[in-house]
């Protein structure tokens, strides 16, 4: 015969670990509220710039993220400047051609395209930059 499951007093009372967890969440509530986490990180901030409109047409992939760092630019007033490295040869950056039409879309989901249509993997990284 199976005994009634109980909950002793001894398994609520508080230990260590439950001050730690409690401490921990609070840190993280207060992040959080002050913005801090991962929507800021550049992903974040890249899918926070809407595009109104890309048309493309058999446009070389360089001049396509050199066109998207400049539109990123201009959408932020000077804000966020991204600076977009395509890792392939001279030759790919100027013959690898992308056709894209969209609207109201994401910075981060153009870049995402691109990257598809060119066959090429992306990773967004902060980089620091010396005056």
């Known amino acids: 015969m199976k005994k009634p499951c109980r909950i002793s007093s001894e398994s609520c009372k508080p230990t260590p670990l439950t001050f730690t967890a409690r401490s921990y969440a609070a840190k993280c509530k207060t992040a959080l509220a002050a913005g801090v986490g991962k929507k800021n990180n550049l992903e974040g901030q890249l899918s926070k710039v809407i595009v109104p409109q890309i048309d493309l047409k058999d446009a070389p ?71």
Request: glycine letters at 8%.
């Open 61 to 131: 992939v360089g001049d396509v993220l050199n066109f998207l760092a400049d539109k990123t630019e201009e959408l932020t007033g000077g804000n966020l400047v991204p600076n977009f490295i395509y890792k392939g040869s001279p030759e790919q950056r100027e013959n690898t051609l992308i056709s894209l039409s969209l609207r109201s879309v994401p910075m981060t989901e153009i870049v995402k395209y691109v990257g598809q249509l060119s066959r090429s993997p992306r990773s967004l990284r902060r980089s620091c930059r010396r005056n």
